[in-house]
């Protein structure tokens, strides 16, 4: 049996979003898959992979932007496979009440690159990230960490089995 190849490609400022993709990879290779996780400014050539997942941070409703340049960088390629995309960022349980839409421009790389699916988890905002305004939203009671491991995972399942239904 020819073992999929699937990339986890991430923008991440302050490592929220990396957690992320490292979760999908992990669950990605638990269900027999090679999954490579690497952060999005790295990734240069998606060809030889058989499904890509690419997330971003959200900041101020726009999605990172290492995330959109390897977006734009590789569509040609990105076009032609198996494409699932998400978003994290929302610092409150409201990810896993509801169904967040992706934001606009996400929206707009969605329909240009033919991905399958987006899914918005929650974000992490602790007070080790730098930055006054962190610190002082953490200060405030703003902060903590909503994203959920056991969502992650059945997102990653689900990516599975739609790229090899015969697992």
């Not at 669950?27 to 971003?56: I, Q």
């Not at 995309?85 to 169904?99: M, R, T, Y």
Request: proline residues 5%; glycine residues 12%.
């Amino acid at each position: 049996m020819n073992t999929k190849r699937v990339l986890v490609a991430y923008g991440s400022k302050h490592g929220a979003t990396a957690g992320i993709a490292d979760e999908i990879g992990r669950t990605l290779r638990d269900d027999g898959f090679d999954a490579d996780v690497r952060p999005a400014d790295a990734v240069t050539d998606v060809s030889g992979y058989d499904g890509v997942v690419l997330g971003g941070a959200l900041y101020a409703g726009r999605w990172n932007g290492k995330a959109r340049r390897c977006a734009r960088r590789n569509a040609e390629q990105l076009r032609g496979r198996p494409l699932w995309l998400f978003s994290s960022g929302p610092v409150d349980s409201s990810a896993e009440q509801h169904d967040i839409p992706p934001v606009p421009g996400v929206a707009r790389r969605m329909r240009q690159l033919d991905a399958r699916e987006h899914i918005t988890f929650g974000g992490a905002l602790t007070a080790d990230n730098p930055g006054f305004l962190a610190r002082a939203m953490v200060r405030r009671g703003k902060g903590g960490d909503f994203r959920d491991p056991a969502r992650i995972r059945e997102w990653a399942h689900h990516i599975g089995a739609e790229l090899d239904p015969a697992r």
